[in-house]
């Protein structure tokens, strides 16, 4: 039969037990997270870039102020977006690029210009 003064001997091995685990799956955790940064198979250096183009396309979302504008509704948006290309397929498309190239650069050249401040 055990003592009862092993058992805090016990209760610290234990923690340090699993203190030693948890820091060992810490270690294998940024270890598999460095692989998949650096893995440069076509397919997932594919998949890193159209994920970022969809990432840097939500963030023109965010920064028109559509999310706002429309309390978050996701099909008000998407409305807006088949307006904007069934006008992008009428006659008027190099116009209408030309006219939104226009504000686009103003409202990034003012973006830029309110970071500075």
Known sequence: MRSFRAAPLLADQLARTLAAHKRSI????RLLAHRARHDMRDWRVKRRERTRQLIELGGLIAKAE??????DDRAVILGLLIEAATKLKGDNRDQQLLLWRRRGSRAFTQNQL????
């Open 26 to 29: 810490q270690a294998r955790n």
């Open 66 to 71: 559509l999310i706002d504008l429309t309390d």
């Open 114 to 117: 309110a970071e500075r401040s």
